[in-house]
């Protein structure tokens, strides 16, 4: 009776703390659980990296056409794009993410992921749903299975896509390039959710505004001078002037942006050198970059390069041995912005339907999801992605009260209570897409 596995007792109680007048749509889920439960596990235990979700994606997309959906696959790469039209009204998108990570799972659950592959750069690892995407997808069918039962009850265009890559930050934009927005009905609004590990499991997380951040990558060749470790005055040291480029960009947040604004510059790789008495003639540095204005975003970024170049000279070194800094293109995630006012709508909903002890106002977080590509461009697509907690009550009281720190997203060790995050989720979405769509 390992909770991955669980169902009956956590549908149940989140069953029983929804108001009377919303257990319409929360009898559908609890006779679809059995089902989806069976899915979830089949998800969980074959992962697949980025952008080859092909068995994920041909399971949303014989889902969806069993339901009714016209269906088109291989949109942006492995992506799934499933339109019902019922009738006139507004365009609704509901998105899933479905790409594992290269983590060896580490919970000791029945059912654990078990697979092993070898990336495209060579390197042999796990594979994991460690973010949760597998709760995404089988919540996905769980929306689709509803409003498809239910075309009564609603009216307009529905378009549900399986997107890859998100754990890249290129799915959405490979979607959107591959005509998501020219070969399918343009949405009047985008849904997501995302499974949370910071708080209980069924409780709905909203934050108006910037709700993630904008993720850039950064690589830095700091070049020097070479030579023997008995003679560094021969040498221009690298290590030396990466160090201190280093600590210099600490100052980029400190000191250089408003305290009312929000950045972070991490190092999270430094690389040099090969044996002790030796000074290599070049270092290497990644950095990972986050910020939720674009105008913060560019001042970082300039400054970073800023930085290195003025360590470089102050160091002595020579004009042609100037540090080489890139920005990551391909891995750049835009931070994800919920339309206020829409925000605090749907937000009202739930809370009508859920009640206020499980939708909370959160803040907003420095993660990043590439969600908000699909209504950057266009400030007339009204949009929101919310949480769903996915840690069990006992365990977060239990973490709280002896303070300990609980598995994060991405930890090898993250085992959502999936029945609570499904149930939810399902319930959630196919609420407010039956909200957006009216029956006239």
């Known amino acids: 009776m390992m909770r991955i596995f669980r169902a009956s007792a956590a549908v149940l109680a989140l069953t ?19 089902s989806l439960m069976e899915i979830y596990k089949d998800f969980h235990a074959h992962p697949e990296l980025s952008f080859m979700e092909f068995r994920s994606a041909g399971i949303l997309a014989a889902e969806a056409r069993r339901l009714g959906f016209e269906v088109t696959e291989k949109v ?62 089988t919540a996905w069918i769980g929306a689709a299975r509803l409003m498809a039962a239910h075309r009564d009850k609603w009216s307009g265009t529905l378009v549900m896509i399986g997107q890859p890559a998100e754990e890249r930050g290129a799915g959405a934009r490979m979607m959107l390039a591959d005509g998501l927005y020219t070969r399918f009905p343009r949405p009047d609004y985008t849904l997501a959710f995302h499974d949370a590990a910071q708080f209980p499991a069924g409780w709905i997380g909203y ?21 023997h470790g008995a003679y560094p005055h021969t040498t221009r040291d690298p290590i030396v002037l990466a160090s201190r480029i280093v600590s210099a960009l600490q100052t980029l947040v400190a000191r250089e942006i408003s305290p009312l604004d929000s950045g972070v510059v991490t190092v999270g790789s430094f690389h040099a050198g090969a044996k002790h008495n030796i000074i290599p003639d070049e270092a290497r540095l990644q950095l990972t970059v986050r910020s939720y204005t674009d105008e ?27 540090p080489e800094v890139a920005v990551d293109k391909t891995e750049y995630t835009p931070s994800t912005f919920n339309t206020p006012d829409f925000t605090e709508a749907m937000a009202a909903h739930l ?19 590439d969600f908000g590509r699909f209504s950057r461009d266009d400030k007339e697509i009204k949009s929101l992605i919310f949480w769903v907690g996915g840690v069990p009550q006992a365990e977060y009281d239990a973490a709280r009260k002896e303070g300990r720190s609980l598995p994060s997203l991405h930890s090898p060790f993250w085992a959502p209570d999936a029945p609570a995050v ?18 006239e």
């Not at 078990?114 to 995404?136: F, I, N, Q, S, Y």
């Open 207 to 227: 934050t108006p505004g910037h709700a993630l951040a904008n993720v850039d990558s950064v690589d830095i060749l700091v070049k020097g001078v070479g030579g």
């Open 351 to 369: 809370t009508t339907r859920f009640g206020t002890e499980r939708v909370v106002r959160m803040p907003p977080v420095m993660g990043g999801e």
């Open 76 to 137: 942006g790469g492995t992506g799934v794009v499933a339109v019902m039209k019922n009738g006139p009204g507004p365009v609704v998108l509901l998105r899933a993410d479905m790409d594992g990570l290269p983590v060896t799972e580490q919970t000791g659950l029945p059912g654990a992921s078990k697979v092993r592959v070898t990336t495209p750069e060579g390197v042999e690892t796990g594979v994991m749903h460690a973010c949760g995407h597998d709760t995404h997808m």
């Open 422 to 439: 499904i149930a939810t989720a399902t319930e959630a979405l196919t609420a407010l897409a039956m909200k957006l769509m009216p029956k």
């Open 296 to 322: 913060v975003r560019d001042h970082l970024l300039d400054g970073i390069a800023r930085i290195a170049r003025g360590e470089a000279i102050a160091a002595g070194v020579p004009e042609d041995r100037m």
């Open 16 to 34: 029983l703390a929804v108001p009377a007048g919303a257990q319409d749509l929360g009898g559908d889920v609890r006779q679809q659980m059995p």
